[in-house]
């Protein structure tokens, strides 16, 4: 345990956005799994929608600094694909 107060500061801080970091992140993963499933399925009209709350959730977690925006295109991208698969 550190004794300098500034690094328990940072311990703390870091602990609090690793929580938030975590949070987000599985967020990203539960909408993404929305989109398969509903491609799996083949409704299109679902995917859609969940393609645009998907879209939506993983540029939120590009902007926070969560992932980085080649990393938050290339989901989008991934999860876009899909849908367009359905015709």
């Known amino acids: 345990m550190a004794n300098i107060k500034s690094a328990?500061?940072?311990?703390l801080v870091n602990?609090?956005?690793?929580?938030?970091?975590?949070?987000?992140?599985?967020?990203?993963?539960?909408?993404?799994?929305?989109v398969f499933a509903a491609v799996d399925a083949k409704d299109?009209?679902?995917a859609v929608s969940e393609?645009?709350?998907?879209?939506?959730?993983i540029e939120s977690a590009a902007s926070k600094g969560v992932y980085h925006?080649?990393?938050a295109a290339h989901k989008v991208s991934r999860i876009a694909k899909a849908v367009n698969t359905l015709g």
């Open 8 to 11: 328990k500061k940072r311990i």
């Open 15 to 34: 602990r609090t956005r690793a929580d938030r970091n975590k949070a987000v992140r599985s967020s990203v993963k539960t909408a993404m799994k929305k």
């Open 51 to 57: 393609l645009q709350n998907a879209t939506k959730v």
């Open 44 to 46: 299109k009209d679902k």
């Open 69 to 71: 925006k080649n990393n």
